[in-house]
């Protein structure tokens, strides 16, 4: 059973900085996409990074392009998420989430089978 931990939301300022972390309680080692994603009130949930955690390769929403930047250390079984330039629109709660398998990062929420409990950013 796969566990997702997610931690580091919090409130901030416009034009602040927040770094989220993601720890998989897991005993293996698994190749594949991982994400976050995040919900809005009253909003569908929406990919906003993706890293997948064999060639490293990245994936982003438009609207998060230059300005988060999402990581893998495999070292410590931990994705992140660094957000810069925070705007108020930013403000939702964040989920990360690991897909069932594929070769490469994947916005597709779909593919994503397991979830941690999110952590809420506020931007104002």
């Known amino acids: 059973h796969v566990q997702l931990v997610e931690s580091g939301g919090g409130s901030v300022q416009a034009g602040g900085s927040l770094r989220l972390s993601c720890v998989v309680q897991d005993n293996l080692y698994r190749r594949i996409p991982m994400g976050w994603f995040r919900q809005a009130p009253g909003e569908e949930r929406e990919g906003v990074a993706s890293?997948?955690?064999?060639?490293?390769?990245?994936e982003y929403a438009d609207s998060v392009k230059d300005r988060f930047t999402v990581s893998w250390d495999k070292s410590k079984n931990t994705m992140y998420l660094q957000m810069d330039s925070l705007k108020p629109e930013d403000t939702a709660k964040y989920y990360c989430?690991?897909?069932?398998?594929?070769?490469?990062?994947?916005?597709?929420?779909?593919?994503?089978?397991?979830w941690g409990q999110g952590t809420q950013v506020t931007v104002s």
């Open positions: 989430a690991m897909a069932h398998g594929g070769g490469w990062a994947i916005l597709d929420i779909l593919q994503y089978i397991y």
């Open positions: 890293i997948h955690t064999g060639d490293k390769s990245t």
